[in-house]
Nanobody, 127 residues
C-alpha cells in the first residue's frame, strides 16, 4: 500500500508560481512511478505530468509543456510539480497518483495505469 498526500495548493495570482508536493508513504516508495493529474470544475480529470521511479524520465501533456516541471526527491519520498506563469485556466484540483507497474513513459499518461491516488489539493488562480 502507498499513501499519497498532496499539499501546496491555494489561491494564487495569475503570473505567479506554485510548487505542489506529493508526499508518499508506505512500502518501498522509491519504486513507484508518479503522475500528476488535474480536474477543473465541470471538466474531466486530465493528465499533467509523470515521472519514472528514478526520476530520469518525465513526460508532460502537450498543453503543459514549458510551464510545468515534475521532479522527485526519493530521499524525502516526495514528488513535486512546479507551475510557472500561472493562468486562471490552471484552476483545478491537482492530484498525484502512483503505481508499482513498469510501463513506458508514454503509457504513464493514462489514469488507468495508476493504483494509488491522493485526495488532491485545490489550486485557484485569479486574474
Amino acid at each position: 500500500q502507498v499513501q499519497l498526500v498532496e499539499s501546496g495548493g491555494g489561491l494564487m495570482q495569475a503570473g505567479g508560481s506554485l510548487r505542489l508536493s506529493c508526499a508518499a508513504s508506505g512500502r518501498t516508495v522509491s519504486n513507484i512511478a508518479v503522475g500528476w493529474f488535474r480536474q477543473a470544475p465541470g471538466k474531466e480529470r486530465e493528465f499533467v505530468a509523470t515521472i519514472s521511479r528514478s526520476g530520469d524520465s518525465t513526460a508532460y501533456a502537450d498543453s503543459m509543456k514549458g510551464r510545468f516541471t515534475i521532479s522527485r526527491d526519493n530521499a524525502k519520498n516526495t514528488v513535486y510539480l512546479q507551475i510557472d506563469s500561472l493562468k486562471p485556466e490552471d484552476t483545478a484540483v491537482y492530484s498525484c497518483a502512483a503505481t508499482y507497474k513498469i510501463r513506458t513513459i508514454a503509457t504513464m499518461k493514462t489514469q488507468q495505469v495508476y493504483d494509488y491516488w491522493g485526495q488532491g489539493t485545490q489550486v485557484t488562480v485569479s486574474s
